[in-house]
């Protein structure tokens, strides 16, 4: 979805490697979402712009910063 510009995605970070080294993808968080796997939080970087993914980002970071002590 989120290569294609439909949406963001949480995807293992094996299957985003590629598109966020080469610039397709960008990474919301820096780090991993804490799941016991490693998941990032991405989009097609002509949108990162978006007002509608700046705050899904935004309350994405505010959930994970919250669990942070939780791990």
């Known amino acids: 979805m989120a290569r294609h510009g439909l949406g963001p995605a949480l995807v293992p970070d094996f299957l985003a490697a590629k598109l966020i080294a080469s610039g397709d993808l960008e990474r919301v968080y820096p780090e991993p979402a804490p799941s016991g ?9 002509a949108r990162k712009g978006e007002p509608g993914l700046q705050a899904l980002g935004a309350w994405f970071k505010q959930q994970v910063s919250g669990q942070a002590g939780q791990r």
């Not at 796997?37 to 970087?45: E, I, L, M, Q, V």
């Open 37 to 45: 796997r490693r998941y990032f939080f991405s989009y097609k970087a």
